[in-house]
């Protein structure tokens, strides 16, 4: 349901001034228990300074969320995430999120963000890699939530070996003007021609001062 909204231009965004680090430290919290299960080592390296965001709080969450939750999925039992937010070369939000999990092979990433696409070393009969099936809908979701809020994403991958995979974002998203429906438009032009000729005849009328009020004998001079 949220895809579809974001893909159709109908997701509110809900812009608040916060900090980074509240939202990585608890979001991380939130998947301990997960990462614990399988004795992931779950890392958090947050650069100090950074500036305040004025983003939507929930999906700043959210990608992160989606993110993690992708990571402890293809990550074996063992293994380790990293979780870092940091400041670009041109002064934007960088949160990364890195692992030593399966990996992307390399004919599969030109997809890895379509909706239903998890490429054929998922979704294939390996024992190892299987069990990681899943819908496929979280890097989708990432992917459009970046874009909603002013980013992008990216990653780099070796198969077998690990991926990381970051977020950029602006540290202020600034508000997009509402783009009116034809119907909307339309409406507009009807009560702008219902100003006019509103206008039009109230100049047609007579003065008060040249009407008497109503009952009142007009005073010839």
Avoid at 67 to 76: E, G, R, Y
Avoid at 142 to 155: P, R, W
């Amino acid at each position: 349901l949220d895809l579809a909204k974001m893909e159709s231009g109908r997701m509110d965004v809900r812009l608040t001034d916060f900090k980074i680090e509240v939202v990585v430290n608890a979001q991380c919290d939130l998947v301990r228990a997960l990462s614990d299960e399988k004795n992931i080592d779950l890392d958090v390296r947050i650069e100090s300074d950074l500036p305040v965001l004025h983003q939507d709080q929930g999906k700043v969450q959210q990608i992160l969320t989606n993110l993690l939750s992708n990571a402890i999925k293809f990550t074996p039992e063992g293994g380790r995430i990293c979780v870092s937010a940091t400041r670009s070369a041109d002064d934007e939000l960088l949160l990364t999120v890195e692992d030593t999990g399966i990996g992307i092979a390399e004919e599969e990433r030109s997809f890895i963000f379509e909706k239903f696409r998890q490429g054929s070393a998922v979704l294939g009969n390996d024992n190892l890699t299987r069990k990681f099936a899943g819908t496929g809908l979280g890097l989708s979701i990432v992917k459009e939530l970046c874009k909603l809020l002013g980013g992008e994403i990216y990653f780099e991958s070796e198969f077998g070996k690990g991926s990381r995979f970051t977020a950029k974002l602006p540290w202020q998203r600034k508000e997009q003007p509402k783009v009116q429906s034809s119907l909307t438009a339309r409406l507009d032009e009807v009560t702008q021609s219902q100003r006019m000729e509103l206008a039009r005849s109230t100049r047609a009328l007579p003065s008060p001062e040249a009407v008497g009020a109503p009952g009142t004998p007009t005073v010839e001079k």
